[in-house]
């Protein structure tokens, strides 16, 4: 997998990251296909811009 280029792909890509490793059974690291998989159903919105 490449690097994400800006803060929010990094933070999509994470959040991906993070949903694939608890789907993985006791201590057991993500792998690259649930992540790949579960960019799709991951979405990144603001919530509240900086004032």
């Known amino acids: 997998m ?3 280029s800006t803060l929010e ?3 999509h890509h994470g959040t ?3 949903c694939a ?3 993985t059974p006791a201590t ?3 792998t690259a296909e ?3 998989r579960l960019l ?3 979405q990144v919105r603001v919530l509240q811009r900086g004032r």
Do not use: H, I, K, Y
Request: aromatic share 0%; charged share 25%; net charge positive.
């Open 9 to 11: 792909a990094a933070l």
């Open 34 to 36: 649930d992540t790949a």
């Open 16 to 18: 991906a990251a993070a």
């Open 2 to 4: 490449r690097r994400p």
């Open 21 to 23: 490793a608890v789907m």
């Open 28 to 30: 057991r690291l993500c």
């Open 40 to 42: 799709s159903e991951c």
